[in-house]
């Protein structure tokens, strides 16, 4: 292994995040499922009963999120994206589901959802439609805030379609603030930095005081090329993003695929492993009802959701990129560090990297204890700073570890042996 000639980064985000939205909220990244990306727009309920957007899909989400592990897992937001609404409001200016696909009506589906111990999210949109054209909540934000409270939904999803990006800040300020006067917490998600990058830089201070978390970049595709472009986008602007984030405020790089037709099984782990270092909201959108099990372990890893939820709330950045690779880290409560190292190039077999190569590695002076977490749990025990650990990561995948600092003056600890200095994954 020669040594691998990277571009090391070193940002001053060491300063602690700004004011958070003051709802109790969203402490750590927020956990659950969304229905967007794996079910879309589908409104057919008499072709497609089982796939479209109805109350059905949801109770039937929540009934497997209790009964397979989920719930425990840590995911508990159920969330309606898109299409659930009737094209008309009430007689009394009021938002209402669709009643042939929601014949409940939302009080009721919220009522079910309860009954499993899990939350209910709701979409709407800052503009005057939404984006697929269903009413709009400009000129509505107070009735439509309370609407949401009065049917005890948890979770608003907030969108940025159809609004003239000058009027997006007093928009999502104006929304937060409706939310507020209901005096019910309800999580709120924002689209705003999405839609005004095109236009601005958008203001993270004013963002992290009104919302819990927000989209900064495109929508996440069932794709390999969709996930790299997302944490393209956000190495490229860690130095304004990441320092946003922080207990009650997340950026969100949109959903987890994972589980679903478009990324192989160690492109699955890289969207885990990867979403856990950058403190993201871990919102599934696949079919629960029908998940492979690999997948499904993968979701309910123990080990990556508590890097994904650790208290310390810091969300990670690329540290170090060249020769096809990338590391990844997020600094952790107790001194720990979480590591992910992923291999870029997409040709050939499983290439090596060193160890000692991860900036973080100045951890391990004078040794660290490191754990494997993935392409399997493995405990790579203690290791020094002039460790020859090299890990092999398959092309698009990822190994991710946790690096634990021992301090000096505990000579009980032996040093790795030989044996440990070449680990195949
Ligand atoms: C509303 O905002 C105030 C002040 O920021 C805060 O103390 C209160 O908990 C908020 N209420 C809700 C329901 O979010
Ligand atoms: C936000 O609220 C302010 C004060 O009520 C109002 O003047 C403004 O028009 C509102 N903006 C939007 C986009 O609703
Ligand atoms: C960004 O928003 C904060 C909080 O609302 C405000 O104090 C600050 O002046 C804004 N910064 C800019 C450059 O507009
Ligand atoms: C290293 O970490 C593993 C996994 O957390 C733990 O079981 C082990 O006791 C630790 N070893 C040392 C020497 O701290």
């Known amino acids: 292994m020669s040594k691998t000639v990277l571009l090391v980064v070193s940002l001053s985000l060491m300063s602690p995040a700004s004011e958070a939205l003051d709802n109790g909220l969203a402490l750590k990244p927020t956990m659950g499922w969304l229905h967007w990306e794996r079910f879309m727009c589908n409104t057919d309920c008499d072709t497609d009963p089982d796939n479209c957007i109805s109350e059905r899909l949801y109770m039937q989400m929540a009934d497997v999120m209790v009964k397979e592990g989920w719930k425990e897992a840590g995911y508990e937001y159920v969330c309606i994206d898109d299409c659930w609404p009737s094209l008309q409001r009430d ?12 014949p409940g009506g939302i009080k009721k589906l919220a009522d079910y959802v309860h009954s499993k111990g899990l939350k209910l999210g709701i979409y709407a949109d ?30 608003l999803k907030f969108d940025g379609c159809n609004l003239k990006w000058t009027l ?64 393209d986008w956000t190495a490229s602007h860690q130095d304004t993003v990441v320092p946003s984030a922080g207990p009650g405020g997340w950026n969100d790089p949109d959903m987890l695929v994972i589980g679903n037709f478009g990324l192989s099984h160690d492109q699955q782990e890289s969207q885990m492993a990867l979403w856990a270092i950058m403190a993201a909201p871990l919102l599934m959108s696949n079919d629960l009802r029908d998940i492979c099990p690999r997948s499904k372990q993968l979701l309910q890893n123990k080990r990556i959701i508590e890097i994904s939820q650790d208290p310390l709330g810091r969300q990670g950045y690329r540290t170090a990129k060249g020769n096809s690779f990338e590391v990844w880290e997020r600094p952790l409560s107790k001194k720990r560090l979480a590591v992910a190292v992923l291999n870029k190039q997409e040709i050939g077999g499983p290439r090596g990297f060193a160890i000692s190569d991860v900036p973080g590695w100045k951890y391990c002076d004078p ?26 990561v398959n092309p698009s995948g990822t190994a991710l570890l946790t690096v634990t600092p021992i301090s000096k003056h505990r000579p009980h600890w032996k040093k790795t042996s030989a044996k440990h200095d070449q680990i195949i994954l």
């Not at 007689?91 to 929601?102: E, I, V, W, Y």
């Not at 924002?190 to 839609?195: A, G, K, R, T, V």
């Not at 005004?196 to 009104?210: D, G, L, S, V």
Request: glycine share 6%.
């Open 91 to 102: 007689a009394r200016g009021r938002l209402q589901a669709d009643p042939k696909r929601f």
């Open 126 to 155: 800052v503009g005057e439609k939404t984006c697929a054209g269903y009413p709009g909540s400009l000129g509505h934000y107070e009735t439509d805030a309370q609407t949401f409270a009065d049917w005890d939904v948890d979770l």
């Open 168 to 231: 997006l800040g007093e928009g999502y300020i104006n929304m937060s603030k409706a939310l507020n006067r209901t005096g019910r917490s309800i999580l709120y998600s924002c689209e705003w930095p999405l839609y005004e990058w095109p236009f601005q830089k958008p203001n993270y201070t004013a963002i992290r005081e009104t919302c819990n978390h927000w989209r900064n970049f495109d929508d996440v595709f069932d794709s390999w090329s969709s996930v790299k472009s997302i944490l």
């Open 367 to 392: 040794q660290c204890n490191v754990t494997l977490i993935l392409p399997q749990y493995k405990e790579m025990g203690v290791q020094a700073k002039e460790s020859k650990l090299i890990l092999y």
